[in-house]
């Protein structure tokens, strides 16, 4: 699914909006994601899942062909955690990661 | 970094002042936009959002994991999970709103 049809299908359960509407909505909501996450700002949706933003630290990186070093500068990277309603979903009702689920602390 | 937690009222809020919906309405129609991206990925369907990312849905086989506070082993099964790509256009924002030192250190 792409944005214009998540745009159709919204605007086909609400036919008293315009289409231009409903992309306005659409474009809303995710600038208001980008814009948090760019304060630093976590969002957090539950039973969707969360956004937060992670830092890299800056590192000597290599060039892998030259061997040469290079610096690389410091990076903050969007990260997404699916929330526990939507894994369980996926997975018809069983959250099999549930206990298991050590990844992505840092 | 800012450490606040922006959540659905915060976006509800944001379709009030932008499109002049009722906030009754503007709460419902975030419910609503988030409903429809997350059926769509349960169905197994990647939803692309342009200038934003996508969430893609990956099948995981079964592998044998540890819990590293036992040691024990513990066989996890086969899995889907959603992973999110964002996409450059919010990577470089993030970045650039969370810049602590001036980019032209990098090349």
């Known amino acids: 699914m792409i944005k214009s049809e998540l745009v159709e299908r919204i605007a086909a359960r609400n036919p008293h909006l315009y289409q231009r509407d409903v992309e306005h909505l659409v474009n809303a909501i995710l600038e208001e994601i980008v814009t948090a996450l760019s304060r630093g700002d976590r969002v957090e949706l539950r039973g969707f899942g969360a956004f937060s933003v992670k830092n890299r630290p800056a590192r000597t990186g290599r060039n892998p062909r030259t061997g040469e070093q290079v610096p690389v500068s410091e990076k903050f990277v969007p990260f997404f955690k699916t929330g526990k309603e939507m894994r369980e979903r996926l997975n018809n009702g069983a959250d099999p990661g549930a206990e298991t689920d050590f990844d992505d602390e840092d | ?107």
Do not use: H, W
Request: glycine content about 8%; hydrophobic content about 40%.
């Open chain 2, 1 to 107: 970094m800012g450490g606040k937690t922006v959540t659905r009222a915060d976006l509800a809020e944001a379709v009030y002042r932008r499109l002049g919906l009722s906030r009754a309405e503007s709460a419902a129609m975030v419910e609503m936009v988030l409903q429809e991206i997350c059926e769509s990925i349960v169905r197994g369907e990647s939803v692309k959002l342009s200038s934003f990312g996508s969430f893609v849905v990956r099948e995981k086989g079964l592998r044998v994991g540890r819990n590293p506070k036992t040691g024990l082993e513990v066989p996890i099964p086969p899995r889907r999970v959603t992973v999110f790509k964002p996409s450059n256009i919010m990577k470089q924002r993030v970045n650039s709103g969370l810049a602590t030192v001036p980019a032209e250190a990098a090349k």
